[in-house]
């Protein structure tokens, strides 16, 4: 569906795929009309990327911008693709050249460097390298409008993202938060839940979920020396997370742990890791 927005913002295209990890769904903002960046086509919906296309329908060219490659960021690109070439065939006004960028999975995908911009007809979106969600993830910055596009670095709402999907993960996402409070952003739009208006109000929304981080290592750390080395994982769980935990996050809640200890130092992170738990 259709989500509102102001005249100076993105346009916003909302997913129905809510859940435990995707909140109330994944946005896909669309930056630009002439020249559009579409930052992250979403799941493979069909009705989310027809209603992309449409938004997006007589610009010139099209950037598909994919921050990571997560399903419910990415699924949807090769179908987003198709659709707007196929249209490009039936229509009979030219229709935009199509470009998937950054960390798509999609075969064709143009990999996008840290510091690289990404032009669009409403001013350049600079890329920033933040791992930590995920291994290969970026996030933008529209500096004329001071808007940040931090994919799923940072939720809209709350003070957590998950972040346990491989060694070094917890280092990566601290670095990554750090690197975006440096850019004084005057609106941050999440890809899950509502954006967040005002520079002061973003910068206490990035220090939030920092914070929240390394209060989760010191609880970790205090399990860790309360339980000792040898202790499973699922007391650990236990004991950080008490008998709030729902079920459904419980697996994620494992490999945030795990990669905390890994962070602190005392075990190894398991591999392959768990693959795409959010």
Aim: one cysteine or more.
């Amino acid at each position: 569906m259709k989500e509102g927005q102001g005249s100076s913002g993105p346009r916003v295209v909302h997913a129905d795929n809510a859940g435990p990890f995707s909140m109330d769904g994944t946005r896909t903002h669309l930056v630009g009309r002439d020249e559009v960046a579409v930052i992250d086509a979403g799941p493979a919906d069909i009705d989310h990327l027809q209603e992309v296309a449409r938004q997006v329908d007589g610009a010139r060219r099209v950037r598909v911008v994919v921050t990571h490659d997560h399903p419910d960021h990415d699924a949807g690109t090769a179908a987003l693709v198709r659709i707007l070439q196929e249209g490009r065939e039936a229509a009979s006004r030219p229709h935009p050249a199509v470009t998937v960028e950054g960390h798509s999975g999609h075969p064709q995908c143009l990999p996008l460097a840290h510091g690289a911009w990404v032009s669009t007809d409403v001013g350049p979106l600079q890329v920033l390298e933040t791992p930590g969600h995920a291994r290969r993830h970026l996030a933008l910055f529209h500096e004329v409008a001071g808007d940040l596009y931090p994919g799923d670095l940072v939720m809209g709402t709350g003070r957590t993202a998950w972040v346990g999907s491989y060694g070094g993960c917890v280092a990566d996402y601290l670095a990554s938060l750090r690197r975006l409070e440096q850019l004084g952003a005057r609106r941050l739009f999440p890809a899950h839940g509502p954006p967040v208006e005002g520079a002061e109000a973003v910068a206490e929304h990035l220090d939030r979920f920092r914070a929240h981080r390394e209060g989760r290592i010191g609880d970790v750390a205090e399990a860790l020396e309360a339980l000792g080395a040898d202790a499973p994982v699922d007391a650990m769980v236990d004991r950080v997370y008490g008998e709030a935990l729902s079920a459904s996050l419980r697996d994620g809640a494992r490999w945030s742990v795990r990669a905390i200890l890994h962070h602190l130092g005392a075990r190894d992170f398991p591999s392959p890791g768990p693959g795409t738990v959010g």
